[in-house]
């Protein structure tokens, strides 16, 4: 089992900038996948940026490939969103996801076998 707690949510301007971070506990960190996925009121979850075991490849959805990095840190079990230039349309909980498999991050809910409760992000115009 990992267990996922996601922070740095909360309220920004348009324009401006969080850093997410998801911080796990429990099995080994260091072989998952990790995801960002969000979910905007009346929508289902969508994926928003992934992370190979062992950072060598990362994957973007393509409204926010430029403006959103992820990262992870195996030493300190985190693994980080940072967002810049945020959009209105970016105002979503943002959720951290955790994939046992070993292989390249996918971009489905159902690869992923672990999940954080959700931090909330919103941007005001």
């Known amino acids: 089992q990992v267990q996922l707690v996601e922070s740095g949510g909360g309220l920004v301007q348009a324009g401006g900038s969080l850093r997410l971070s998801c911080t796990a506990s429990g099995r080994t960190f260091s072989g998952y996948a990790m995801g960002w996925f969000r979910q905007r009121p009346g929508k289902d979850r969508e994926f928003v940026a992934a992370?190979?075991?062992?950072?060598?490849?990362?994957d973007y959805t393509t409204s926010v490939r430029g403006r959103f990095t992820i990262s992870r840190d195996n030493a300190k079990n985190t693994a980080n969103l940072q967002m810049n230039s945020l959009k209105p349309e970016d105002t979503a909980v943002y959720y951290c996801?955790?994939?046992?498999?070993?292989?390249?991050?996918?971009?489905?809910?159902?690869?992923?076998?672990?999940w954080g409760q959700g931090t909330q992000v919103t941007v005001s115009s």
């Open positions: 992370i190979r075991w062992n950072g060598g490849s990362t």
């Open positions: 996801a955790a994939d046992s498999g070993m292989r390249e991050p996918g971009r489905r809910v159902y690869e992923y076998q672990y």
